[in-house]
């Protein structure tokens, strides 16, 4: 949506028009689900669900259920109760599979991030002595950074010479798509993996996994996504994209707690028992689990690749916030979601139009197909000062080193006027005027 006949509008009638736009959503009710952090007594505007998302109120009658379920049944409410824990995995399934574009028997709530990251490249990196090489993005999530090049040294591979890495062009804040994948064209014949965000954590981009994928596989290379800053925040088609395998957290946009349980996704192409694995019990046949005889064998799908027990609190909170993600639906929430950070666009725009020069200049792509919710906001010299300020108006965002301020207007709980509050207090602060 084109917003740019926003610009000339005073504040008054920005202020109107957000609250209109909060009376016709038809999402704002999912808004009181949800715990806001307080500041000076009143509700203050949250834009950090990039890094961390706020508590849906279902959470702790969820987390009692089980609490419940352990103090009736003690073990056996592995086998017992309303709902047995043994397969608590499978209540999260076709929830999850919608939100990332998949069967459901292609993904699975387990374990953490870089856990799962690890797991799934023992799967599918399998180097050989001609295609050894992987492909990333410059600047990953350093998890995601060290999780790679202590796996390449732990098969014997030198990062500083196996490990590709696609920048921005100078000047430039994002990679450009056709370097991608003029990146993969080139080295191609050395290229056993692509493993990379989907969504830039620090710029916001999302990057075109539909072509990287299509391209790599005509070269017969694995392509691996982490979607940490993508679940739940843009809609996803792994399955139809043919993705090899996926991996994300949900303490971001799902919604799940800190520290909340990762997923994984393996495409269907991928789950013949035979693919090699690092296993554990919980992975193993659930049919024939208690029988502890040797030999893996797997169970079918993505739940193949579970290791250790889960933990049931963890899964049921995921639960009921995966819950709200199925009642609002992922399509909506992206309609929503391309508004309020089109809004917020237009807000800085604003700024910068009423100042005179380019004050805060955005790292973010300006094209909503390449964006989720974030915007990150580049502001030279005093820009601790600005995100302190902000947060001392009660706006909480998320300061990066060393100049970048992000902010992600949340479609479940974030409502236009946050926004229009954002632009208050910025207009407000000194540097910011004429």
């Known amino acids: 949506m084109n917003l740019q ?10 202020h109107d028009w957000a609250l209109e736009k909060d009376q016709q959503d038809t999402l704002r009710s999912f808004r009181e689900r949800f715990y806001h952090p307080k500041h000076n007594g009143k509700t203050g505007v949250y834009l950090c669900g990039n890094s961390l998302g706020l508590q849906p109120k279902s959470a702790r009658e969820a987390i009692d259920r089980e609490l419940n379920t352990w103090q009736n049944y003690g073990v056996e409410g592995w086998f017992e109760g309303e709902e047995s824990w043994l397969s608590y995995h499978r209540y999260c399934q076709q929830s999850l599979a919608k939100i990332v574009g998949a069967l459901p028997e292609e993904v699975c709530p387990m374990n953490h991030l870089t856990v799962n990251l690890h797991l799934m490249w023992a799967s ?7 295609r050894h090489k992987v492909l990333t993005v410059a600047g990953d999530f350093p998890s995601d950074q060290y999780a790679i090049e202590t796996h390449l040294k732990f098969r014997g591979y030198d990062p500083a010479t196996a490990l590709i890495e696609v920048a921005p062009r100078k000047g430039e804040y994002t990679v450009r798509s056709e370097d991608l994948l003029d990146a993969i064209r080139q080295n191609a014949d050395e290229l056993a993996l692509v493993c990379m965000s989907g969504l830039h954590y620090y710029t916001g981009q999302v990057y075109d996994m539909e072509a990287i994928t299509a391209l790599a596989h005509q070269y017969g290379i694995m392509v691996g996504f982490d979607l940490a800053h993508a679940a739940g925040n843009v809609p996803l088609r792994l399955h139809d994209w043919g993705v090899d395998f996926a991996v994300w957290c949900s303490y971001k946009y799902l919604n799940s707690g800190p520290g909340g349980v990762s997923g994984v996704f393996v495409h269907e192409k991928q789950h013949d028992a035979s693919v090699l694995r690092l296993a554990g019990w919980w992975g193993y046949n659930e049919a024939r689990r208690f029988e502890m005889t040797k030999g893996f064998v797997p169970m079918q799908g993505a739940a193949g690749w579970q290791l250790s027990t889960p933990n ?11 819950a709200l993600f199925e009642e609002a ?7 929503k979601s391309v508004e309020l950070t089109g809004f917020l666009e237009v807000i800085i725009q604003r700024i910068n139009q009423n100042a005179g020069t380019e004050k805060i200049r955005l790292m973010t792509p300006s094209n909503p197909a390449q964006r989720g919710c974030q915007l990150s906001l580049l502001i030279d010299n005093e820009g601790k000062k ?3 300020y902000l947060t001392a108006q ?10 970048c301020i992000r902010l992600s207007p949340i479609p479940l709980y ?16 000194g540097k910011f005027q004429a």
């Open 5 to 14: 006949h926003l610009l000339p509008l005073s504040s008054q009638e920005l």
């Open 124 to 130: 599918f990196y399998q180097p050989t002595a001609q």
């Open 312 to 322: 049931i609190m963890a899964l049921a909170v995921h639960r009921a916030s995966l």
């Open 329 to 335: 639906g992922i399509e909506n929430l992206r309609t």
């Open 386 to 388: 600005v995100f302190d």
């Open 394 to 403: 009660g706006i909480i965002g998320d300061w990066r080193e060393p100049n």
């Open 414 to 429: 974030n409502r236009f006027e946050d926004v229009w509050k954002v632009g208050e207090a910025l207009e407000n602060y």
